[in-house]
């Protein structure tokens, strides 16, 4: 199985993402994307048979796995790299209100750590990748992962690592499907 790990560059007040200090870490093949709402899916191909994407949400305290994306486009308060805000936009214009994840909902629970499940990827570029992604690959198996900023969090070398142990058991569950 050819696997994927994304994850994101620095934006806004986010200097040290998160998601990439976590890809870097696990020495798997990763890319790193642009935190741009109309170019942040361009460097993924449909070569994968499973594509893990990671995000930092700053204003959580837990790993979210995220089971769906919603075709919405808000940040009227924080741009992307390239200055964009969008209002209320759609992600892929006429395309569904939402997808959900193709990899079997159950099939992660086995996962250990401290995680959850998250019903919304939000409105920023997490949620236009992870939308775009799906549409875009549906015979790709697409997962994608909020981590928390851990730099907010009180030990954050301990954090990063807690991150990538749940990042990495994703990647050996979908490795093993067949």
Known sequence: MKGLITCFEDFSSI???????????????????PVSFSDCDK??????????????AASRNIVTI?????????????????????F?????????????????????????????????????????LYFKSLQRFPQTKIIFIHLPYHLNQSEPKEALNKYSEIVLQTWNKLSNFS
Not at 88 to 103: D, F, Q, S, W
């Open 88 to 128: 209320n936009k759609e992600v892929v214009e006429g395309a569904a209100l939402c997808l959900e994840t193709n990899i079997p909902f159950n099939d992660l629970n086995c996962l250990t750590g401290d995680w959850e499940w998250s019903y919304s990827a939000g409105t920023y570029v997490c949620n236009s």
């Open 66 to 86: 995220e089971r769906y994306a919603h075709n919405l486009a808000h940040s009227p308060k924080q741009s992307d790299n390239l200055g964009v805000t969008p």
């Open 43 to 56: 460097l993924i191909s449909e070569d994968y048979d499973f594509i893990i994407q990671l995000g930092v």
């Open 15 to 33: 200097k040290e993402n998160t998601s990439r200090i976590v890809a870097e870490k696990l020495n798997l093949p990763f890319k790193v994307l």
